[in-house]
């Protein structure tokens, strides 16, 4: 049981430049979600999604498109990567419960990406 | 949707000294609040969960105490050791629709630091 998975650990990219930020999960989680972590901002959410096939905008989405083609993957891309996009990315999970729901309470160790 | 405020921004204290931190909600429907720790360089971690039924919740020296009537949560750490050292988040339930989804808002963090 690895818990959530997120590849790669470190990246650079262009200005420009488009990549995938890889989020996997074998807990059989229904939400995911993806969160950006600036110096002094806390964690902003991203996107999310309730399940496979299911995604939704969160705070800041805009540079951003995920896809839930199954439950346990929920890659986060990056379309035209910008400067402002510099940060640290962590994918988070949680379980469903019926009548309520539990905030992500899984979190991967995070991307470090730096836009030049 | 939900807005988080948190205070304080830093706190410093000698180890065996109590600490307590506040963060105060806006929309009165939320129904969940966790605390997560996270260590320099490490992923969030949550440490204690509260829901809008109870008004206490402890875990050994970490409790979590809840006013609906004024919005707001308090993380309250006793006795503390160097190793609780570490940025502490507080979170609340973005809404959608009302329904929480398990997505969350985040609080700007508080840097503590325990001094042996």
């Known amino acids: 049981n690895a818990g959530v998975t997120q590849t790669p650990k470190f990246q650079v990219l262009k200005t420009g430049q488009s990549m995938t930020l890889q989020c996997a999960q074998d807990?059989?989680?229904?939400?995911m979600s993806w969160y950006r972590q600036d110096p002094g901002m806390g964690l902003r959410l991203i996107h999310y999604s309730v399940g496979a096939g299911i995604t939704d905008q969160g705070e800041v989405p805009n540079g951003y498109n995920v896809s839930r083609s199954t439950t346990e993957d929920f890659p986060l891309r990056l379309l035209s990567a910008a400067p402002s996009q510099t940060s640290v990315y962590f994918c988070?999970?949680?379980?469903?419960?019926?009548?309520?729901?539990?905030?992500?309470?899984?979190f991967g160790d995070g991307t470090r990406l730096s836009i030049l | 949707g939900e807005n988080v405020e948190q205070h304080p921004s830093t706190l410093s204290v000698q180890e065996g000294d109590s600490a307590v931190i506040k963060c105060t909600y806006s929309?009165?429907?939320?129904?969940?609040f966790p605390w997560y720790k996270q260590e320099l360089g490490k992923r969030p971690q949550l440490i204690i969960d509260i829901r809008s039924n109870v008004g206490e919740k402890k875990d050994q020296r970490i409790a979590v105490t809840l006013n609906k009537t004024a919005k707001h949560f308090s993380l309250h750490i006793t006795e503390t050791q160097p190793e609780d050292s570490a940025v502490y988040f507080c979170?609340?339930?973005?809404?959608?629709?009302?329904?929480?989804?398990?997505?969350?808002?985040f609080g700007q963090g508080t840097i503590l630091t325990v001094h042996p």
């Open positions: 988070a999970s949680s379980y469903s419960r019926t009548g309520g729901s539990r905030g992500p309470q899984h």
């Open positions: 807990m059989n989680h229904e939400y």
């Open positions: 929309d009165s429907a939320s129904n969940y």
């Open positions: 979170a609340a339930p973005l809404r959608a629709g009302g329904t929480s989804y398990g997505k969350l808002t």
